[in-house]
């Protein structure tokens, strides 16, 4: 079984910054490949970060460069979002994601609401 627990969403204005954390438990091995999806009110799911066990990333072009996605060096499991330049279209529900044997698990999500 894999858990995984999102902290650090709330209310912040357009150019703010926030902070996601997500720390992953259970039976994947330590510095399991991870990520971060959000999903808005009547659309689907997307990936906005992603970090491979090697220490890869990637991003979709809507989050470049504002958006970063780290691992903590102490806790393997542990993954951060790093949010800045925020947009109101940035309001959404996120979540964190890791894989175990095949399966993707989904924490909780945190909301993130961008006020204009």
């Known amino acids: 079984q894999v858990q995984l627990v999102e902290s650090g969403g709330g209310l912040v204005q357009a150019g703010g910054s926030l902070r996601l954390s997500c720390a992953a438990s259970?039976?994947?091995?330590?510095?399991?490949?991870m990520a971060w999806y959000r999903q808005a009110p009547g659309k689907q799911r997307e990936l906005v970060a992603h970090?491979?066990?090697?220490?890869?990333?990637?991003y979709p072009d809507s989050v470049k460069g504002r958006f970063t996605i780290s691992r903590d060096n102490a806790k393997k499991n542990t993954v951060y979002l790093q949010m800045n330049s925020l947009k109101p279209e940035d309001t959404a529900v996120y979540y964190c994601?890791?894989?175990?044997?095949?399966?993707?698990?989904w924490g909780q999500g945190t909301q993130v609401t961008v006020s204009s």
């Open positions: 259970g039976s994947i091995a330590s510095g399991n490949a």
């Open positions: 970090i491979t066990n090697s220490g890869s990333t990637n």
């Open positions: 994601g890791t894989w175990y044997r095949g399966t993707l698990y």
